[in-house]
C-alpha cells in the first residue's frame, strides 16, 4: 500500500512541476514581449532591468 502511495505523490509532484514551469514560461514569454525601453531610461538602464528579469526570473522553481 505504501509503495502505491509513493507513486501517486511522485507523479503528481512531476505533473505540477510541470505546470508550474510552464506557467512561468508562459509568463515571461508575455513579459518579454511587453517589455520596452522607457522614455527617460538609457541604454544601461534597460540593460539592467532586463537583465535582472532574465537572471532572477528564470531560476527554476
Keep these: 500500500m505504501c509503495k502505491f502511495k509513493k507513486e501517486i ?21 508575455k513579459e518579454y514581449e511587453l517589455f520596452k525601453m522607457n522614455e527617460y531610461n538609457s541604454i544601461v538602464e534597460m540593460y539592467e532591468r532586463f537583465s535582472r528579469k532574465t537572471i532572477y526570473e528564470c531560476r527554476p522553481c
Design 9 to 29: 505523490w511522485d507523479t503528481q509532484e512531476v505533473t505540477c512541476e510541470g505546470i508550474c514551469k510552464d506557467t512561468r514560461i508562459r509568463i515571461l514569454l
